[in-house]
């Protein structure tokens, strides 16, 4: 396992982090499609990430409805394992109650869910505190002034944001970086071999600006395990929960370069997968759920896979991105005049 700092901190990060979306869902939930995790069961798996050298832990304060938050924090209670061995990274936006209030990043919500978090972690503060998605009806400024307040009274230590535009995300920059304020380090955004779109803005854009990337679904719901057809019919969650969105035609190119390359060194599918995100210089750390100890196992491995500069070739001519406007401009206007 390696290590990295998150964005331009000091903040070191293991190149994989446990997703624990998979903790404490509840039959007739959307998180319950996802994972029902509880807490003997979430226990080994917290156990076997920090055996595999995992630092790094995400979870939300609406995965489960508080649930994945109080499970995790009570699987290291259990596990006894130090506050400073960890970094925990909790999200706040998505709706935790029935009012017009009870959602967003207003400074009333953030401020009320900060304590509601810290509590069910059981924990004095968290490391990284992320903005779940962007929220229209609040302006920018009072979300990061909120942020900024939470930072200072000590029960965060650093800020980012998840789910947001590369146009968002440099307005939330500039407006921090005027006033003084704790700026977001990181960026929390879906990236697989076969959903490369956030390489057109959000990409540049991060590394322009010195952000870190933690990946989320690293094998697009499942989709690059290899279980699953091209019509996603392999008696997963898919069949039930169809998410994120996946280009069926670019899956299909991608397995039949993936399979033989993963039968060729001995490797599954998934682990190709996150070995070739793990190669993409701009993610810091990425983000792997498991509703199995095996499942986590493999993925770990995947940290052990080289891939040489022909695989990676092979597996970008499969899942290229088609060319878009202003994408084509800005590389013929770079190219040196003749």
């Known amino acids: 396992m390696r290590y990295k700092t998150l964005g331009r901190s000091g903040l070191f990060v293991s190149e994989l982090c446990l997703g624990t979306m998979t ?21 080994g798996i917290v156990q076997a990430a920090l055996n595999g050298g995992i630092n790094f832990f995400d979870t939300a304060n609406v995965y489960g409805q508080g649930n994945s938050e109080r499970i995790l924090g009570q699987a290291l209670k259990n596990l006894d394992v130090a506050r400073e061995d960890v970094v925990v990274a909790t999200k706040a936006m998505g709706s935790m109650g029935e009012g017009p209030n009870a959602r967003g990043t207003s400074r009333r919500h953030l401020m009320d869910q900060i304590r509601a978090s810290l509590d069910r972690l059981q924990l004095d503060h968290i490391d990284l505190y992320q903005i779940h998605g962007f929220d229209p009806a609040t302006p920018i400024e009072e979300t990061l002034k909120a942020l900024n307040t939470i930072v200072e009274h000590g029960h965060v230590r650093y800020v980012g944001l998840s789910n947001w535009a590369a146009w968002q995300v440099m307005k939330g ?47 697009a719901g499942g989709m690059l395990t290899g279980k699953y057809d091209t019509e996603g019919d392999g008696g997963g969650r898919r069949d039930s929960f169809d998410f994120p969105p996946v280009d069926r035609d670019r899956l299909s190119a991608a397995l039949k370069v993936m399979r ?8 599954s599918p998934a682990q190709i997968a996150i070995a070739w995100l793990l190669h993409q210089d701009v993610v810091t750390s990425v983000i792997v759920g498991a509703k199995k100890l095996e499942q986590l196992q493999d993925n770990m491995a995947a940290t052990e896979v080289s891939l040489s500069d022909d695989d990676i070739a092979r597996l970008n001519e499969a899942t290229e991105l088609p060319v878009e406007y202003p994408g084509f401009m800005l590389e013929m206007q770079a190219r040196p005049s003749e």
């Open 260 to 267: 033989p390359m993963a039968e060729e060194k001995g490797v």
């Open 173 to 219: 920059l500039g407006i921090a970086r005027a006033r003084d304020l704790h700026a977001p380090i990181s960026l929390q955004a879906f990236y697989t071999l076969v959903n490369r779109e956030l390489e057109r803005e959000l990409v540049p854009m991060m590394q322009s600006e010195g952000m870190g990337l933690m990946v989320w679904s690293p094998l």
């Open 23 to 43: 903790f404490g869902g509840e039959e007739g939930q959307m998180w319950g499609e996802i994972g029902r995790l509880q807490q003997d069961e979430a226990d």
